[in-house]
DNA sequence: CTTAAATTTGAAGAATTTATGCAGAATGAG
DNA sequence: CTCATTCTGCATAAATTCTTCAAATTTAAG
């Protein structure tokens, strides 16, 4: 079963999405302000979120920032503005998707599964020759050692491992790690793959034979199994 | 590089878009009527389609499902502000996403950019008697024997690989593996093609029977299966 | 067989890309 | 606010690749 957070400081909207989406067989947890969400996300599950563009302490946009420096949770952002800048804004900070405000069921819930059905490939755990990396809990190990790495670092070891084989370009690397628009400076990429490298090893894990610099073109994290 | 097909029957929007996509890197087909972009896409390679809902023969909606039918090709509908109940309609369909009409050029780029991130599918591979060429992996085996290739050396065998028994002149390859406008001398081509033929035959493989010198044209890949 | 043109080959400097050390900036916790 | 951590990016060195030249060789043609 998906959970859905919804945030919205209007509490007769958020009925109104959970009653839509209820029934569909969501679990939905309603939070009045991003705050509120934001504690909820970081101690439980959510697999998108519904969030409300206008809010008064923080506004949605921010809140979106928020949230994706938490986990990479997917977004749609619900905005009764329909100027065009808002959109863009959103897409580029790292939003999924969005719905008009007002909206109808068939919209909302359309784009909702089209949201999941694209962004859910999640699994409980990774595994790879000795290493077990837990995304939920933002753990790493190496033969029940933790190797302790930071959200930057864990993102990319993450990704490298669910694509194995797969040549990363430092742009792809920025556009998955850090999100859509962001600029970042390609020498940057290369201090966290040294500094992953140097964590790995440390931890008597053999980074240098998985964790490979493709000349010209990228990293990729190579191997079976 | 990615090409881009637009299907609309009024000829002053397909030069609109194709003024705002071409100078961004894509190649852009104009298509006035469903059955001319049918046509067209069972020939050719498409990656994206853009879509105008309202067309007179046969409407965006039909059109869509046809185009499905031939294959998988992400489609992007343009349509009207006002019909909401349509854009159900269009994702039920199976297209990926939808613009709003009219749009300006920063909403249509962030769109197609988005959903061509989230459709590029990988994975492909390319094999020759015994040769076997991962592009996404960056990778090229003769019998499970890996041949480390350079990123020149890897586009062009790539390109003759793919395009076999096809003579490529020294002009040719340099547009192809360096880009248009590039200039480098004949005899640097002459270079790799020499490093390749000299790793094939390393790793077993002989090469000098397939990557064949057409004497006072260019090279080819000779070949069948 | 001879000659001119094209290609192959060897070698080396040029150019590009990456690794590494380091430090300031930004961020987050208390 | 202060301190610790993380992030970012520069500078330099090291590694790898790219490009070109020129000599040797091969090819095509008369």
Redesign the interface.
């Known amino acids: 079963m998906k959970t859905i957070l919804l945030v919205d400081d209007e509490s007769r909207m958020l009925d109104l999405l959970a009653l839509y989406l209820t029934p569909l067989g969501y679990k939905c947890v309603k939070k009045s302000s991003a705050v509120d969400a934001i504690t909820y996300i970081e101690k439980n599950h959510v697999d998108l979120i519904l969030l409300d563009v206008m809010m008064p302490e923080m506004d949605g946009w921010t809140a979106c920032k928020e949230f994706k420096k938490i986990r990479d949770i997917p977004i749609i952002m619900l905005t009764a503005r329909?100027e065009?800048?808002d959109?863009?804004k959103g897409?580029?900070i790292g939003a999924d998707d969005y719905i008009l405000k007002p909206?109808?069921e068939?919209?909302l819930v359309?784009?909702i599964e089209?949201v999941l059905r694209?962004t859910t490939t999640e699994e409980e755990f990774l595994s790879f020759k000795g290493l077990l990396l837990k995304p939920a809990s933002y753990e790493l190990y190496f033969e029940d050692k933790e190797i302790l790495l930071t959200p930057k670092e864990f993102a990319m070891v993450q990704l490298f491992i669910s694509n194995r084989?797969?040549?990363f370009s430092r742009v792809h690397l920025i556009?998955s790690v850090w999100g859509?628009g962001v600029s970042i400076e390609d020498r940057t990429i290369d201090s966290h793959v040294r500094n992953i490298r140097e964590k790995l090893r440390r931890a008597g894990f053999p980074a240098d034979e998985f964790l490979l610099t493709?000349?010209?073109?990228g990293y990729?994290w190579?191997g079976k199994e």
Chains 1, 2 share one sequence.
Do not use: C, H, M, Q
């Open positions: 329909s065009k800048p959109i863009v897409l580029k909206f109808d068939e919209v359309a784009r089209a694209r084989n797969k040549v556009e859509y493709v000349w010209g073109v990729k190579t």
